[in-house]
């Protein structure tokens, strides 16, 4: 009976409309509202949606549709402004879930012969996030092997449950995402530093002080990549030598990705340059009461449900930032008091690849007989952030 109804539209339309003027069903609304070519109402009903909507794969639906809605009605607009900005909404929601959903692909490849196209079971209680658990830890040994390295073990667990929510399909929130980016080895994964920068850049979300806390945060992960005293020793290698090591920094990496990524086409290098912190202008951390207001209400697969973070998580995560301040007091001797930070921009400058309409020359003659180092990033709408999706 109900199929008949929807199949006409003329003749018991009124029917239909009382139904979703009475009971309150935003699931079917927005069908419904697309049935009658309401599509600027149907696309705010798909983004409510999306907006509250926990899994990633979901999310990228709702997404989707509610910005082709959101075109379909805008597509005979002239006003470049008026059709800009709500698909700028949608752009920044499913660049996200595209970074995610990246990361959740090379999450799991990172364990060698696991079957990425099975279903990781979970549940909000009980044994079956057992192998979640099982896996992320395997995961972050794989991947961070930086942190072990200096004990950062809070950063390690919290990193493990980011990305156990990742790999059970729990959709992150976009500081959830900055943490895994920066915290895990440099070039391990695909969605990088460049695209983290990109993510703050275009996160209407986030306020000023939080942009900014976000911005030092992942900096100052940037720069406690690298070993720097050893960096600094120039006496023991040829120049060439010397070159090659400061290219395989996170920082000479994370430079070279600002200035010919997808914000490249945006804005000039004076504009691009702003989001550019020195080891000194990266030492902010995030308050308790940040903190606090961050990780309320939220929480991670643990090995006998889904667990929230307690005070005591968040004491942890508040000690572990302050340490990587003191972390950031070397870097900061020897990458800016002794000219080394100077040294790699200069040497990333040189070769950086110049941008012109939309393509790639290279900037340094012996660069390229050295060899393009440089990735050719599809920079149209869609793959803006320069990581490869699948289809």
């Known amino acids: 009976m109900a199929s008949e109804i929807f199949k006409e539209p003329t003749q018991k339309q009124a029917i239909v409309d009382k139904f979703f003027s009475t009971y309150d069903y935003p ?49 005979d607009t002239e006003d470049d402004q008026n059709v800009d900005e709500p698909i700028a909404v949608y752009d920044e929601l499913l660049d996200l879930v595209d970074v995610q959903q990246k990361l959740r692909q090379d999450l799991l490849e990172a364990i060698e012969g696991f079957d990425i196209t099975r279903d990781v079971p979970v549940a ?28 950062r073990k809070t950063s390690s667990m919290l990193l493990q449950k980011l990305v156990g929510n990742l790999i059970g399909d729990k959709r992150l929130t976009i500081e959830d995402t900055l943490d895994i980016i920066g915290l895990k080895d440099n070039n391990t994964l695909a969605a990088n530093y460049g695209v983290a920068l990109h993510l703050i850049y275009e996160a209407k979300s986030l306020s000023d002080v939080k942009r900014e806390l976000a911005v030092q945060t992942l900096w100052r992960r940037i720069y406690l990549n690298d070993d ?11 120049d060439a030598q010397v070159a090659e090591r400061l290219r395989s920094t996170a920082l000479y990496t994370t430079l070279r990705d600002l200035y010919t990524g997808g914000l490249a086409t945006m804005m000039d290098e004076t504009t691009l340059s702003k989001l550019v912190r020195k080891p000194s202008e990266s030492a902010d951390t995030p308050s308790m009461e940040e903190l606090t207001g961050r990780f309320s209400n ?15 998580d968040l004491a942890l995560i508040k000690a572990e930032l302050d340490r990587e301040q003191s972390l950031l007091e070397g870097c900061t001797r020897i990458l800016e008091e002794r000219g080394l930070w100077e040294e790699i921009s200069r040497l990333e400058e040189s070769e950086r ?37 699948e289809t």
């Open 27 to 75: 699931q079917l609304a927005w069908l419904h509202m697309v049935g009658k070519g309401q599509f600027t109402a149907a696309s705010s009903a798909l983004l409510s949606l999306a907006e509250t909507e926990a899994r990633l794969g979901d999310a990228k639906f709702l997404l989707s549709v509610g910005k082709l809605c959101e075109m379909v009605d805008l597509g």
């Open 298 to 312: 939220r929480g991670y697969y643990g090995e006998v449900g889904y667990e929230q973070y307690t005070r005591d």
């Open 353 to 389: 690849p110049v941008i012109a309409q939309g393509d790639y020359s290279m900037a340094s003659a012996s660069r390229a007989e050295s060899g393009d180092r440089s990735r050719q990033l599809l920079v149209e709408r869609g793959n803006s952030l320069g990581i490869e999706m």
């Open 228 to 238: 720097w005293e050893s960096l600094s020793d120039t006496g023991s290698y040829s």
């Open 124 to 151: 909000d209680v009980g044994s079956a996030n057992l192998e979640v658990v099982a896996k992320a830890s395997l995961i972050v040994e794989r991947i961070a092997s930086k942190l072990k390295a200096t004990e």
